[in-house]
């Protein structure tokens, strides 16, 4: 059974940077395409980045410029690293493939 465990949430101050790690296990995992997802409070769960197997990136308007997403396909892991954090970036983080979703990490910006 795959399983998704986001980890490297925490409590910034605008303007400071984090880096998500999202770490892929289990038998008859198939690393496709890849999304970093957020949910905000009060808000629907939006798509942050995209990454493909093949390693090209998308990013919603909202992170571009500040975010970048890679992955390791040796290990299994996904990145985001969060640069510039703004408190509307403030969220449950999930990492997603296949229908397959992590737990969620954590991200607060404070002003």
């Known amino acids: 059974q795959v399983q998704l465990v986001e980890s490297g949430g925490g409590s910034v101050q605008a303007g400071e940077s984090l880096r998500l790690t999202c770490a892929a296990s289990?038998?008859?995992?198939?690393?496709?395409?890849m999304g970093w997802h957020r949910q905000a409070p009060g808000k629907q769960r939006e798509l942050v980045a995209l990454?493909?197997?093949?390693?090209?990136?998308h990013y919603t308007d909202s992170v571009k410029g500040r975010f970048t997403s890679s992955r390791d396909n040796a290990k299994n892991t996904l990145y985001l690293q969060m640069n510039n954090l703004k408190p509307e970036d403030t969220g449950v983080y999930y990492c997603?493939?296949?229908?397959?979703w992590g737990q969620g990490t954590q991200v607060t910006v404070s002003s």
């Open positions: 990454i493909t197997s093949g390693g090209s990136t």
């Open positions: 997603a493939c296949d229908g397959i």
């Open positions: 289990g038998s008859g995992f198939n690393f496709n395409a």
